[in-house]
């Protein structure tokens, strides 16, 4: 077991899936000798060559396109997409296309292909710094993987490559240099399992991605003031699992959801329905939602600041679903 | 040396005015680099390499009548056009009075509605199809303008680019596409995102003239955006420019090129630099002086100074405006 970075361990994912299986190849924009905007692919080329790892023009249509190509016939596809803001350029690929092929065809073709693109983001503004995975986790056909630690992103990159659908595999521009235990064994995290991070008895925090980490800090925060929070980290957001939610709902009776995404009709949207739909005898609050403002990401650093959610908004909405007195109302979200 | 820049109706004067604006693209530049590296600016896109083609290409532009849709590496059109190193400075620091955005959009993703600057989006290319639209409006409306709309030649691999030039084409649209070619969409070379030697060869495809000039030459480049606006002027529609150029930086404040550039080919290129070659001209053709040169060097900084004294005294954006213009008010 080594402490390494979430950077480092979609690296390892790559090489061993790569090293696994000849059919994997890798292709995106200065995926080759730069070794990838984010640094995920470095020393990729070096090992496999150019066949394997592609450097390509700056067509995301084209690379998706070409990689759900690919995927039809027989191949395994990483298409590295280098934000996700870019993938909105060759959206009808993911949407008309990968998430559809196996359906119109009636099932005779796969399409198993992963997506590796980069949410958040800061300082980058309004088309540089989108959290849209809701885009994506509303599509049948398609499945969403949002990790938020080094041992998720490795295991879950790895079953996303050997998964005989389409994945749209987002990754967390803050998250890359996060530390954290990964065993050296070949292992994988299923997709579509949902986890618990931290037990508590007094609320539920249900996140991903990195704002699984900020729930983690606020818990800190929240025991310190004689409050347990139990943190379901969803890790999958298409197939959603809510049975570890449900599970937490039932023992806490209270529950916040957190998503860096927009509140309106986003991933909080979502699981909230589900709770109540689900769970409502057990709730004794409504569920709130911790979430960016509604407002495109400025670039001003205070301006962006006050938009994006954080732990303190996260306590602050335990707390209210609580029914603790607080001074502060619920700045974000 | 030969008087190139008569014959393009030129006078002595203007020479000095366009290498003056080449110089200032250069010098500020330099200075955004340097408030990056001590902290004070979080991201910038250089201009370095590609100062003579955008000053050139401004050059033979209406300020406030013709339409621009720069991309970011045009510091140099923008400030021929009008646009001041103190406006750079507010956006590149995110300022409240930035009069680009007031602090909300990214550096270098120009929006200067006085001078018809019209901003980009941060994925490449979605800003050609907006010049053919900007170029329709103008031909319904009967409006004598032409469209500026730049881009790199790693952009013009993209989808849009293609969809844009079609329809400009279709429409006769007076539209000039300029591409900046620097060999490398960040880090991938030009070899490895097209199989053709020129993005300009692509035009005949479109059924409009494709011309490809030394970028470093801003003589050159004025020469073709004359004949290009001239063209568009005559209702005959769009023509591609395709400037080669050589970016003398990384691509941004946030990579290394060191990883994906020889450095003799840097220096090399280094050699031919524009703003020293144009220098050079001027002095061959007997309009400047060393001395000239120290004494507009001295003045640019001063006023690069001045703005960046300014820019970093000037206040944030007011956080009771984060949730202003998500809407029309």
């Known amino acids: 077991m080594a402490d390494i970075t979430y950077r480092e361990a979609l690296r390892q994912a790559l090489r061993e899936e790569m090293l696994r299986d000849e059919r994997v190849f890798l292709l995106g924009e200065d995926i080759g000798a730069y070794g990838g905007s984010y640094a995920v692919t470095k020393g990729l080329l070096e090992e496999f060559g150019e066949k394997r790892v592609k450097d390509t023009p700056i067509s995301e249509t084209a690379i998706i396109g070409a990689a759900v190509g690919a995927a039809m016939d027989g191949l395994r596809p990483v298409a590295e997409i280098m934000t996700i803001n870019f993938t909105l350029v060759a959206i009808d690929q993911v949407i008309n296309n990968a998430a559809k092929i196996h359906y119109m065809f009636g099932g005779q073709f796969r399409c198993p292909l992963v997506i590796r693109t980069v949410g958040g983001g800061r300082r980058l503004a309004a088309t540089h710094s989108q959290n849209l995975e809701v885009l994506f986790a509303h599509i049948p056909g398609l499945k969403v993987v949002a990790p938020a630690t080094p041992y998720d992103a490795k295991g879950l990159l790895k079953a996303a490559i050997r998964d005989d659908d389409p994945v749209v595999f987002i990754e967390h521009s803050l998250l890359y240099s996060t530390r954290g235990p990964v065993p050296d064994e070949d292992y994988v995290v299923p997709i579509g399992v949902s986890d618990i991070k931290r037990r508590g008895r007094d609320v539920t925090i249900v996140a991903y991605s990195r704002m699984t980490r900020e729930a983690l800090i606020a818990a800190e925060e929240l025991a310190k003031q004689g409050i347990e929070a139990e943190v379901v980290d969803l890790r999958t957001l298409r197939p959603l699992d809510m049975g570890p939610v449900l599970d937490s709902v039932a023992r806490t009776n209270r529950a916040v959801v957190v998503g860096e995404d927009w509140r309106s009709f986003g991933i909080g949207a979502e699981v909230a329905a589900r709770i109540q739909e689900e769970a409502f005898d057990e709730l004794d609050a409504p569920v709130l939602r911790v979430s960016q403002l509604e407002v495109p990401t400025p670039y001003a650093a205070n301006l962006e600041k006050l938009a994006f959610p954080g732990s303190r908004q996260i306590v602050e909405a335990c707390q209210q679903v609580l029914n603790i007195q607080v001074g502060a109302p619920v700045a974000a979200g | ?329």
């Open chain 2, 1 to 329: 040396m030969d008087n190139r820049h008569a014959a393009l109706g030129l006078n002595d004067d203007a020479l000095v005015a366009m290498y003056e604006k080449m110089l200032l693209t250069r010098l500020l530049d330099e200075r955004a680099w340097v408030l990056n590296r001590l902290g004070k600016v979080h991201f910038l896109v250089s201009a370095q390499g590609h100062e003579a083609c955008q000053v050139g290409a401004a050059w033979a532009l209406r300020p406030g009548v013709d339409w621009l849709l720069p991309y970011y590496r045009d510091l140099g059109v923008i400030l021929t056009i009008g646009m001041t190193p103190r406006d750079y400075l507010l956006a590149l620091l995110a300022k409240a009075e930035d009069p680009n955005s007031g602090g909300r959009q990214m550096p270098s993703h120009w929006s200067y509605p006085p001078l018809n600057i019209f901003t980009g989006s941060s994925p490449v290319g979605t800003q050609v199809p907006h010049a053919a639209g900007i170029a329709y409006g103008a031909k319904l409306r009967g409006d004598d303008i032409v469209v500026y709309v730049s881009f790199g030649e790693g952009t013009a691999s993209q989808g849009d680019v293609h969809e844009g030039m079609n329809f400009a084409a279709v429409h006769k649209l007076p539209v000039i596409f300029l591409c900046q070619n620097n060999r490398y969409a960040i880090s991938v070379p030009q070899q490895k995102q097209m199989a053709v030697e020129n993005v300009a060869d692509r035009a005949a495809g479109y059924g409009f003239p494709g011309v490809v000039v030394d970028g470093m030459d801003p003589l050159a480049v004025y020469a073709a955006m004359q004949e290009a606006v001239e063209r568009a002027r005559r209702g005959e529609g769009p023509t591609l420019i395709e400037a080669k150029v050589y970016r003398l930086t990384p691509h941004s404040s946030d990579d290394d090129d060191r990883t994906y550039r020889p450095r003799e080919e840097v220096e090399e290129w280094k050699r031919r630099d524009g703003v020293a070659r144009f220098k050079e001209y001027l002095m061959g053709v007997g309009v400047w002086t060393e001395e000239a040169d120290q004494e507009l060097r001295r003045r640019l900084l001063a006023e690069i100074d001045a703005a960046v004294e300014y820019a970093q005294a000037a206040a944030d954006p007011e956080p009771s405006d984060l949730l202003r213009h998500v809407y029309a008010e």
